[in-house]
């Protein structure tokens, strides 16, 4: 029962320390909020650009091509061969006739033009539409598939696609960087900044030590402090996170300049962001807290 007591004190002590300490603890509460509202807007960006970048490789499509000579019965050989492909993640045909259907729907002018055509005139090919599951092995996944007897031709924008995937490699891991850059000077920032609210009681902390106070039942009071201060400091980006990203999303209509530039739908994924930030609000704070008792008051 001593451990939960002295647990319970150290509770009461700290939030009376921060209330009788209240400019100090001020300071540290906003300190934490402006950092943590830093944080917070480079993870919604990054999390953002990261999800577009799966977007549009999911968008990528390889389109095959059969032969002219390929019977009814061929598709369905071909068909077979392409769900071995261990990479392929949806198979999507259609026939020459269905692509004209489509592309005469889709433009007035192509419509004019192909309306007179007979079966027989009709130029174009039957499809295999491709999606991948791995983009990173499209390149492989489309020299395994024009090896199959029947096949014509095949065409995903290889030099597209290539320039595309290294510019998302580059972006991925720049806003990886920027973030834990970010994340580390947030904990460097509030760190020292408890630590100076901490060192401007020493004279609190001496007084503990000559009654006889153990450096754990000092040590606690402190940390729980720090605690508390950083959950107070996560409350105000936490409520820009939820509200802010509500209304930007219903602003854009969930999209950003084009359809292609869709944002994450706001639930779940704000409350993940959210306890995030409260997270690295509570840890960094308790262990500020902690580092300025132990290091700079040598208990």
């Known amino acids: 029962m001593k451990p939960f007591r002295m647990f319970v004190r150290s509770i009461r002590d700290a939030f009376k320390s ?8 001020l300071a540290s509460i906003s300190c934490i909020s402006i950092t943590l509202i830093i944080v917070a807007i480079a993870l919604l ?8 970048a799966k977007m549009i490789k999911e968008d ?35 026939s020459k006739a269905e692509l004209r259907e489509e ?7 192509l419509e004019a033009t192909m309306k007179d055509w007979s079966e ?5 090919k039957d499809t295999f539409q491709i999606k991948v599951e791995d983009i ?28 595309f995937l290294a510019a998302f ?12 850059l970010l994340i580390v000077v947030t904990v460097f920032l509030i760190i020292n900044t408890i630590k100076l609210t901490i060192f401007s009681r020493k004279r609190e902390i001496s007084i503990m030590r000559l009654v006889g106070a153990s450096n754990f039942s000092i040590k606690m009071p402190f940390v729980i402090e720090g605690m508390i201060l950083g959950v107070i400091g996560s409350i105000i980006p936490i409520l820009i996170v939820i509200y802010g990203y509500y209304a930007m999303y219903r602003h854009f209509g969930g999209q950003i300049f084009s359809p292609l530039i869709k944002l994450i739908t706001p639930e779940p994924f704000i409350y ?24 700079y008051l040598k208990i």
């Not at 921060?18 to 603890?25: I, P, Q, W």
């Not at 960006?45 to 577009?52: G, K, P, T």
């Not at 019977?71 to 990479?87: C, F, H, M, T, Y």
């Not at 490699?169 to 834990?180: D, P």
């Open 18 to 25: 921060v209330f009788r300490n209240f400019s100090l603890s």
């Open 45 to 52: 960006a990054s999390l953002n650009i990261n999800n577009f």
């Open 60 to 94: 990528v499509t390889i389109v095959v091509f059969v032969d002219r000579e390929v019977e009814e019965a061929g598709i369905g050989v071909i068909r077979a061969k392409l769900d071995q492909i261990s990479n392929i993640s949806t198979i999507t045909y259609k």
């Open 103 to 109: 592309m005469q729907a889709s433009s007035s002018m």
């Open 120 to 124: 027989e005139d009709n130029p174009l």
């Open 136 to 163: 990173e092995k499209i390149s492989e996944t489309a020299s395994t598939i024009e090896k199959i007897d029947g096949i014509d031709s095949v065409n995903y924008g290889e030099t597209m696609v290539n320039k």
């Open 169 to 180: 490699r580059i972006v991925e891991k720049g806003t990886i960087l920027a973030v834990i």
């Open 272 to 295: 993940g962001i959210s306890l995030l930030v409260l997270g690295i609000g509570i840890l960094v704070g308790m262990i500020g807290s902690y580092q300025a008792v132990r290091r």
